[in-house]
């Protein structure tokens, strides 16, 4: 399994773009007036079972209400009870008409004019099938490097907004003018950042009868950013003391690469989770005073521990990360714990061993781990990467472990289940986790 690396986004990301463009693999043609078509398994104990739709890999496919209809449909029959709908890509802009920003028309060279609203148009046939609907925002990602696409490459407004990097060997660096990250970053503590990322959650959530909203790239980059003048003096102000030494007193980079940690590296890493903590706790709180119902949720990996760089404290406060984690986390570093923010946290186990209780490469371990950690300050949804498990009987295996041992299970993304054609899979899985429900309850368990 590639651990978080840019070599890891760029593959994912060049992954999604060639499912998006084959047929390679179709499945089987529903039967007319329903003939001979599957029962729906019933979700065990009401538990909720997501597809994810991403809005880049799927641009082309959803552009035509008639797809739209029929993968729901299929998502129906399959057993999903719940949808996650991308409707804010990598690029920054909405996929839904919005007043704030112009809604996405052109992406990775496909342009696209839709005369209908994306969002409201999910949202009613979905709720028409009694399934749920989670809208899902990249939060602080404005642009793609690959094609010079989106918000930070388009609009001067957002000119010194885009994160700083300290690159090894090269020094400061505009994140836009990185060509080895696939989301272009912006600066999570800048205010017009913050302003921005609010007004659009605040957008959906008041015009739009979403059941839930799922922040995603919700988190700084890497390690390598941000080290502009504004973190600088917000890291200065939170530690109380100047920097004569700036990255340094921080970390700087050996020959090889490596980081050779300062006086502060410890304080650094609390300090930029108390940002993602504290933006988090805020977008929350104006969320719910616009609509109190609507489920605040959020995707991360699952592999908690190598989190730290990207500012990313999804434990409960309860849970003493320096305790397991001593050559970051201070011990104020919980207090950035986000969990009990959240409704529910969708931990993305994207592994490609399913069972294995002692190995932390697989589904198993990380998805108990998650439940460790975040101590029940909110539902844990297991999620899975169809990519990773690509026939029927590994997706049968992952949804079974997911709803058995889970809160609910997150399948990312519908584009690989068409692919490998796995909803059999899906179906599969569901029946199994229910079946073992029953017998938990018939024996008083």
């Given at each position: 399994m590639i651990k978080i690396s840019h070599i890891f986004s760029v593959f994912f990301f060049a992954l999604l773009l060639s499912f998006s463009c084959t047929n390679a693999q179709k499945e089987p043609e529903p039967a007319a007036n329903g003939e001979n078509e599957p029962e729906t398994p019933a979700a065990p104990a009401e538990k909720e079972i997501m597809l994810w739709f991403d809005a880049s890999a799927n641009f082309h496919t959803f552009s035509d209400k008639a797809n739209v209809v029929k993968y729901l449909d299929k998502a129906r029959e399959t057993g999903f009870n719940k949808i996650v709908l991308d409707v804010r890509p990598l690029t920054g802009y909405p996929m839904y008409p919005s007043r704030i920003l112009p809604v996405i028309g052109k992406l990775h060279g496909t342009t696209i004019h839709r005369d209908w609203d994306y969002l409201q148009y999910f949202l009613e046939e979905a709720h028409r099938r009694n399934m749920k609907v989670t809208a899902s925002m990249t939060v602080f990602s404005g642009g793609q490097y690959a094609l010079r696409e989106g918000l930070v490459y388009d609009d001067a407004k957002w000119n010194g907004k885009s994160c700083v990097e300290y690159m090894p060997n090269k020094g400061m660096m505009d994140i836009r003018n990185d060509p080895s990250q696939v989301a272009v970053f912006m600066n999570p503590i800048d205010p017009d950042v913050q302003a921005l990322a609010l007004s659009l959650a605040l957008e959906i959530a008041a015009n739009y009868p979403v059941d839930g909203l799922a922040l995603d790239y919700c988190r700084y980059a890497d390690d390598r950013s941000d080290f502009s003048e504004l973190s600088r003096t917000a890291f200065e102000r939170y530690i109380g003391k100047k920097l004569t030494r700036f990255?340094?007193?921080?970390?700087?980079?050996?020959?090889?690469?490596?980081?050779?940690?300062?006086?502060?590296?410890?304080?650094?890493?609390?300090?930029?989770?108390?940002?993602?903590?504290?933006?988090?706790?805020?977008?929350?709180?104006?969320?719910?005073?616009?609509?109190?119902?609507?489920?605040?949720?959020?995707?991360?990996?699952?592999?908690?521990?190598?989190?730290?760089?990207?500012?990313?404290?999804?434990?409960?406060?309860?849970?003493?990360?320096?305790?397991?984690?001593?050559?970051?986390?201070?011990?104020?570093?919980?207090?950035?714990?986000?969990?009990?923010?959240?409704?529910?946290?969708?931990?993305?186990?994207?592994?490609?061993?399913?069972?294995?209780?002692?190995?932390?490469?697989?589904?198993?371990?990380?998805?108990?781990?998650?439940?460790?950690?975040?101590?029940?300050?909110?539902?844990?949804?297991?999620?899975?990467?169809?990519?990773?498990?690509?026939?029927?009987?590994?997706?049968?295996?992952?949804?079974?472990?997911?709803?058995?041992?889970?809160?609910?299970?997150?399948?990312?993304?519908?584009?690989?289940?068409?692919?490998?054609?796995?909803?059999?899979?899906?179906?599969?899985?569901?029946?199994?986790?229910?079946?073992?429900?029953?017998?938990?309850?018939?024996?008083?368990?």
């Amino acid at each position: 399994m590639i651990k978080i690396s840019h070599i890891f986004s760029v593959f994912f990301f060049a992954l999604l773009l060639s499912f998006s463009c084959t047929n390679a693999q179709k499945e089987p043609e529903p039967a007319a007036n329903g003939e001979n078509e599957p029962e729906t398994p019933a979700a065990p104990a009401e538990k909720e079972i997501m597809l994810w739709f991403d809005a880049s890999a799927n641009f082309h496919t959803f552009s035509d209400k008639a797809n739209v209809v029929k993968y729901l449909d299929k998502a129906r029959e399959t057993g999903f009870n719940k949808i996650v709908l991308d409707v804010r890509p990598l690029t920054g802009y909405p996929m839904y008409p919005s007043r704030i920003l112009p809604v996405i028309g052109k992406l990775h060279g496909t342009t696209i004019h839709r005369d209908w609203d994306y969002l409201q148009y999910f949202l009613e046939e979905a709720h028409r099938r009694n399934m749920k609907v989670t809208a899902s925002m990249t939060v602080f990602s404005g642009g793609q490097y690959a094609l010079r696409e989106g918000l930070v490459y388009d609009d001067a407004k957002w000119n010194g907004k885009s994160c700083v990097e300290y690159m090894p060997n090269k020094g400061m660096m505009d994140i836009r003018n990185d060509p080895s990250q696939v989301a272009v970053f912006m600066n999570p503590i800048d205010p017009d950042v913050q302003a921005l990322a609010l007004s659009l959650a605040l957008e959906i959530a008041a015009n739009y009868p979403v059941d839930g909203l799922a922040l995603d790239y919700c988190r700084y980059a890497d390690d390598r950013s941000d080290f502009s003048e504004l973190s600088r003096t917000a890291f200065e102000r939170y530690i109380g003391k100047k920097l004569t030494r700036f990255p340094d007193d921080i970390f700087k980079w050996d020959a090889a690469g490596n980081r050779v940690a300062g006086m502060y590296y410890k304080q650094w890493w609390e300090f930029r989770a108390m940002n993602i903590y504290g933006f988090i706790k805020r977008m929350r709180e104006e969320v719910k005073a616009v609509r109190p119902d609507i489920a605040i949720e959020y995707w991360a990996a699952s592999w908690y521990g190598a989190l730290y760089t990207k500012g990313q404290n999804w434990a409960s406060q309860r849970y003493e990360t320096c305790r397991d984690y001593p050559a970051y986390a201070t011990e104020n570093y919980s207090k950035a714990g986000f969990a009990a923010e959240l409704d529910i946290f969708q931990s993305g186990a994207y592994m490609e061993k399913i069972w294995g209780a002692d190995d932390p490469e697989s589904m198993e371990a990380q998805l108990a781990n998650s439940r460790r950690v975040i101590k029940n300050d909110c539902k844990v949804y297991g999620s899975f990467y169809a990519a990773n498990q690509t026939t029927n009987e590994e997706v049968s295996d992952a949804v079974f472990l997911c709803l058995d041992r889970m809160d609910g299970v997150m399948v990312f993304d519908i584009v690989q289940v068409i692919h490998y054609n796995t909803w059999e899979g899906v179906r599969d899985g569901i029946r199994r986790a229910g079946e073992n429900g029953k017998l938990r309850m018939e024996n008083g368990k």
